[in-house]
């Protein structure tokens, strides 16, 4: 093979590791919920950023949702363990429906008109088919000391995680022809996405300098 062939072979293997980069099977970002909540003691309302995750875990995806503030609050202190909160996740795109989502009791006590921090809540969600499947915030539930409170977004937020999904028989998102991806999928969040971005960045970097050197190598010997 001549030197300009060798030459045109690695600058195309080195742009089909580009279009591995433009295309991303998950997309996050934290998004500002603003929860109108009814309480035993009447209305509350409180803002808080939501952050929703996506893992593929075995034949479905790990979902995990975030609070970054606390919300709600109860005029009595609220021992360790007497906060129970679950929540819905409203589904898009290539599903509908939504998926509820659970988590710990509170394991420290929470002091009295204090907003409540809620734990992280996750749950597995199993795709019907194939398709980006968006993930938005919806009703919150807080059950303490007998008593039910009730959170609903009011600003129509967006959706929080859009998930490249595929269902366990189906054949995943650049993978083979049986479905397997050689892996989990990397975690969803911005900073996550930007090392596997940057990893993947200085692959093709080392493929690039190896290759150069091999076609040098080359071309002197001949």
């Not at 509820?100 to 088919?129: C, E, F, H, M, W």
Request: net charge positive; hydrophobic share 35%.
């Amino acid at each position: 093979m001549s030197h300009r062939k060798r030459t045109a072979v690695l600058v195309a293997a080195l742009a089909g590791s580009t279009v591995l980069l433009a295309a991303p099977t998950a997309r996050a970002e934290v998004v500002d919920v603003d929860y109108q909540c009814k309480t035993p003691i009447g209305d509350k309302s409180a803002v808080s950023p939501i952050d929703i995750k996506g893992v593929r875990n075995g034949s479905g995806y790990r979902i995990t949702m975030s609070w970054q503030k606390g919300v709600s609050s109860s005029p009595v202190e609220l021992g360790k363990g007497a906060m129970n909160p679950s929540a819905t996740i409203e589904l898009g795109g290539a599903d509908t429906g939504t998926l509820t989502v659970t988590g710990p009791a509170n394991d420290a006590p929470i002091p009295p008109n204090t907003p409540i921090k809620i734990s992280d809540l996750s749950a597995t969600y199993r795709p019907k088919q194939a398709g980006k499947v968006t993930f938005t915030a919806d009703v919150l539930t807080i059950k303490a000391l007998g008593t039910t409170t009730t959170c609903t977004p009011t600003n129509d937020p967006g959706p929080s995680l859009t998930l490249d999904v595929t269902p366990a028989s189906g054949p995943a998102p650049g993978g083979g022809s049986d479905g397997s991806t050689g892996g989990t999928l990397p975690r969803t969040g911005p900073e996550d996405s930007a090392v596997a971005l940057a990893t993947l960045g200085g692959t093709v970097l080392l493929v690039g300098a190896a290759g150069t050197l091999w076609l040098t190598r080359r071309t002197r010997s001949e």
